[in-house]
């Protein structure tokens, strides 16, 4: 149970860490401390070692706390994300292409059918070109 608190405590002094920059922590934050309570937890299986394990636990908080404590976080969290323009399809991506219409104007049912005829086609001749999926025509 001793080793279940230590990483508890390790984690939430992290996630403190990330709240008081103004960002949720980031999975990779989280991920290595896991790792690493999870390898102590293993090595808490064998019975000699459970005292030196959960102790290492705690000192491994210890150490987070020191890190932590009375320092202001130098890290750049990018949080909030900036925003995406409305012709935008993905984040960070380029965007759309303009309609084939007059600007404003919605594009015809023919329009939109021959541009979704054109991008399947074009998604079909990618994924035929991958390693193993030469079967798809």
């Known amino acids: 149970m001793g080793l279940f608190f230590a990483w508890a405590i ?5 996630i403190y860490r990330w709240v008081k920059k103004g960002a949720p922590p980031a ?3 989280l991920l290595l401390p896991s ?12 019975q000699p070692a459970r005292a030196t394990a959960t102790a290492f636990a705690y000192a491994v908080d ?5 890190q932590v404590v009375g320092k202001d976080p130098s890290v750049s969290t990018g949080w909030p994300p900036p925003k995406m323009q409305p012709t935008q399809i993905w984040p960070g991506g380029a965007s759309a292409p303009a309609t084939a219409g007059a600007p404003g104007k919605a594009p015809t049912p023919a329009q939109r059918a021959a541009s979704g005829a054109s991008n399947s086609s074009r998604i ?3 994924i035929s070109e ?3 999926f030469g079967f798809i025509k």
């Open 35 to 46: 790792a690493l309570f999870l390898s102590l937890a293993i090595l808490a299986e064998y």
């Open 10 to 14: 390790g984690e939430s002094i992290i």
């Open 27 to 29: 999975p990779g934050a």
């Open 124 to 126: 079909i001749k990618i």
């Open 62 to 66: 210890l150490a987070i706390l020191v």
């Open 130 to 132: 991958l390693p193993g």
